[in-house]
């Protein structure tokens, strides 16, 4: 598969190209974001608990460092490859300027299902890959993070590894990091909690309060969508469908999401849980609800069932999750889609106050978190509707618009070397 090959890249692709020319922003400088500027990919040989030796494909993808050193998550899915990965990277250099943070994009990621892996050679896989990419990563290179299946303790054997080939423990090369290894409060509700944020912001906008008439439907019922749900049922709102790999349950009364989350912690997925009614998830994106959360994975809502979403307000919790096909049909059907280069962008806001706490020695409480985490999403969301009422298009394009001003500024200011 070459670079361009995935429906991920070439979206990403199209939307740069789009932003750009609606944008009225340099063609110079679009055709320098095209391409990623580095890409490594390496191989992950491990143990397996059984003495055999297996092979994994591992990539590190750094897409635009102009704003700053490349930030970005790692990723263990066997969807996982270097297409993806770059569009990925890409998705990140506009997120962290778009939010307004001193960061780049990049992205990493290995093709494996974690599902099928021990503790045991999760930990080898982990630092066999930290090893393989630690001449690209530091604190100041580019600094990793959680993304969907890693969690804290990926991150922290990764720190581990690359702090025993540097000599000295070094907690600033990730982010996502456990509270006793150098963590941030907050961080690991960060992605959700933002993503909430960004809900009230947009009901806010359509002149929608969030109680208990506001129905809201999840797709994907982990590190994004657990506490999207608490912070939203906290509201008062109605969370009447989650769903996972394993299918959707759904009641119209709104479920109970601390008894799901103690089940899918039990049972690993919503399953069977007691209390609901079985659906599927192309159900669940049909739902007559106020709000609609897909916070799984790329490419679920496409042209072929984007006619069915009937949502008021579409909130991209993962990234990618509607194809441009698919955004282009929602909008027309008057639902109010929040990009996730905004909607997720809670996850490396909170990476971001946890690198720079690292690299002062000095903790911030959850309040003042928060609060910090609230006003650039507030900020953030407000540039898009500004950006889109300017230029007359719909959320997504504003987002990537708003984001390339910033990246056009810096570089035009910094220049091409050599000149
Ligand atoms: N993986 C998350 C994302 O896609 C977080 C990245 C980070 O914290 O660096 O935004």
Redesign the pocket.
Known sequence: MSLFDSPLFKDSFDQLEMAGSVGGLDPNIIERLKYPKRALQVAVPIRLDDGQVKTFMGYRVQHNMTLGPG???IRYHPGVDLSETAALAML?TF?CALVGLPLGGAKGGIQVDPNDLSRQELQSLTRRFATEISMVVGPSID?P???IGTNGQTMAWFMDTYSQLKGYTVPGVV??KPIGIGGSLGRAES?GKGVAYCVNFAAQKLGMTIDSKTSVAIHGFGKVGIPAAEDLSAQGARVVAVGDVSGAIYNENGLDIAAAKQYVRENGVVAGFPGATAISNEDLFGLDVDVLIPAAIDGVITEANAGNVKAKIIAEGA?GPLTKEAIDIVSANGSFLIPDILC?AG??IV?YFEWVQGLQNFFWGLDEINKKLHDILAQSFKTCVDTADEFKVDMKKAAFIAALKRIDRAMRLRGLFPS
Do not use: F, L
């Open positions: 930030k970005g998550g990140m997120k600094i993070a959680p993304d982010t996502g992605t990234n997720n996850g490396v990476s």
